[in-house]
């Protein structure tokens, strides 16, 4: 069963990030590393936060909002699967089967955030338009008013979507205990292959030379890491 006060932090961690992203600040604290570490810690559970952002920041490294192009929304990936991944381990403990569960789970939140974010798009457009009219005839106290209320609907519905996302999660972690074994250690070993497979993108969208062997030499080094903390002491 979730807490109230839970759900009621990740919907404003959730939106107030949002925010952060696109309407004010924008001190990369939005950035999924960032914003899921921060998410996992208010919901206390830093791990969940900590890698799971480590896989989604790999993700989305190469990512960028330029000109008309509209990015897949990374900040929304990183709060809600975040917000899941620490609902999810509270029964079961902070395990990388866990965060795997959650990434699976959410990995469309990405595309589905920017959906969200081209409608509203058009409705804060509107507005800019309006307030943009006000200020031409003076009237600037209503312009202000617009960029605000311009702002609301980002933070309410991205704060809505992440705080789903942990009701979700909480509700998934009652179940858990009820997985096979054999599937919880898949999920556990799908943990360190996408971390491999985030820093083979990462390192091929960018324009370093011999970039091919540096994403190679980076996934052995994660396989291996994740091979000997597997035989000292369990991955799962």
Do not use: K
């Not at 001190?27 to 570490?37: G, H, I, N, Q």
């Not at 509700?171 to 820093?199: C, E, H, K, N, T």
């Not at 540096?214 to 000292?232: K, M």
């Amino acid at each position: 069963m979730f807490a109230w006060t839970q759900v009621a932090v990740a919907a404003f961690v959730g939106g107030l990030l949002a925010l952060e992203r696109r309407a004010f600040l924008q001190a990369m604290l939005s950035r999924p590393l960032v914003a899921a570490t921060l998410t996992g810690a208010l919901l206390g559970d830093v791990p969940s936060g900590l890698y799971v952002g480590m896989v989604l920041e790999l993700f989305h490294l190469g990512s960028a909002s330029l000109g008309a192009a509209l990015p897949e929304n990374d900040t929304l990936a990183a709060t809600g699967t975040a917000a899941a991944a620490a609902a999810i381990s509270s029964s079961v403990g902070s395990t990388p089967a866990m965060w795997s569960l959650a990434i699976i789970l959410f990995v469309g939140l990405g595309p589905a955030g920017r959906s969200i974010d081209r409608q509203l798009d058009r409705y804060s457009g509107r507005l800019l338009r309006t307030a943009a009219q006000a200020a031409d005839e003076g009237d600037l106290r209503r312009a202000v008013r617009q960029n605000l209320w311009g702002m609301w609907p980002y933070f309410v519905t991205f704060g809505a979507v992440t705080a789903a996302c942990y009701v979700v999660g909480a509700i998934l972690a009652g179940y858990v205990d009820r997985f096979p074994l054999q599937l919880l250690r898949g999920l556990a070993w799908a943990y360190p292959a996408m971390a491999s497979v985030g820093a083979a993108i990462a390192v091929r969208g960018c324009n370093a030379r011999r970039a091919y062997l540096i994403a190679g030499v980076a996934a052995l080094l994660v396989i291996a890491a994740a091979s000997v903390r597997a035989l000292l002491g369990g991955i799962a």
